[in-house]
């Protein structure tokens, strides 16, 4: 088999496995659009079950959450043109399906990567399903019920201080909270990224206690990019929780080069 031929094979492979993800996420997605969460109570106990709405939707049902719980008083969330509802709701549909179709896209991205991968590498892939699942879970909660509330609070108050009624897109609202929902789910991985290059052997532990003043200083940057003013007080809401994670994931580093060097 010529060179171009095993880029050929490569690169269909790379299409099948991209289409299993975007299936799978579209499914979700469509499932979310589609799907309207009912409750009963059986036994005192509350149960959860789905029934086709596509207009009341799940999508919608936390659109609605969102603004019930993040927008501050006296604001007012509106729509300025058609369809911006729906496409927000579009918007949650997908992020949902791309947490949830997590497992589907880390399984695929290591059975892509696994010629290239030795077997210690390809079993680090497996075993940290779990933990990117579950700080992508942490960031977007922390990030939900700490960092957002205060930061459109923040944000907003002096409209209010000055008796101005405060009027917020739908598409601004959704695609600010997604971002920061987005920011602190992958920031949270920080941990994960740090023990699984360690164990790859691309570093050690004593690179990351090294590169620790850098990485700080890399972090603050991040923090001031990603926060939408200039007050220098925001940021700390994203600087912070990583310094900590990255403080976190280097003694993990250490404390597993030190197992494995008494093994």
């Not at 992508?136 to 019920?145: E, K, P």
């Amino acid at each position: 088999m010529s060179e171009l031929d095993g880029i050929y094979e490569h690169l269909n492979e790379l299409r099948t496995r991209v289409l299993r993800v975007v299936i799978v996420v579209g499914i979700i997605a469509v499932f979310l659009m589609t799907f309207h969460i009912e409750t009963m109570t059986y036994n005192e106990i509350i149960l959860y079950y789905p029934t086709p709405e596509p207009l009341d939707n799940i999508a919608a049902q936390l659109t609605n959450y969102f603004k019930i719980n993040l927008v501050p008083d006296g604001v007012q969330l509106i729509q300025t043109a058609p369809g911006q509802a729906f496409f927000s709701q579009i918007y949650i549909a997908a992020l949902v399906g791309l947490v949830a179709g997590t497992p589907v896209i880390i399984r695929e991205i290591v059975s892509f990567l696994k010629p290239a991968l030795k077997e210690n590498e390809i079993n680090i892939g497996r075993t940290i399903t779990a933990p990117i699942m579950g700080l992508f879970i942490s960031g977007c909660l922390f990030a939900y019920f700490v960092v957002i509330p205060f930061m459109l609070e923040f944000l907003y108050k002096y409209g209010a201080s000055s008796g101005l009624v405060t009027f917020l897109n739908i598409m601004d609202f959704v695609t600010f909270v997604l971002q920061f929902l987005l920011a602190f789910g992958l920031s949270f991985q920080l941990p994960v990224i740090m023990y699984a290059f360690s164990q790859a052997g691309m570093t050690d532990a004593k690179f990351w206690r090294k590169n620790i003043r850098y990485a700080i200083i890399a972090i603050v940057i991040f923090g001031a990019l990603v926060t939408p003013d200039g007050s220098g007080v925001t940021m700390w809401f994203i600087a912070g929780p990583m310094i900590g994670l990255y403080i976190a994931g280097m003694i993990l580093v250490e404390r597993k080069e030190k197992q494995t060097l008494k093994t």
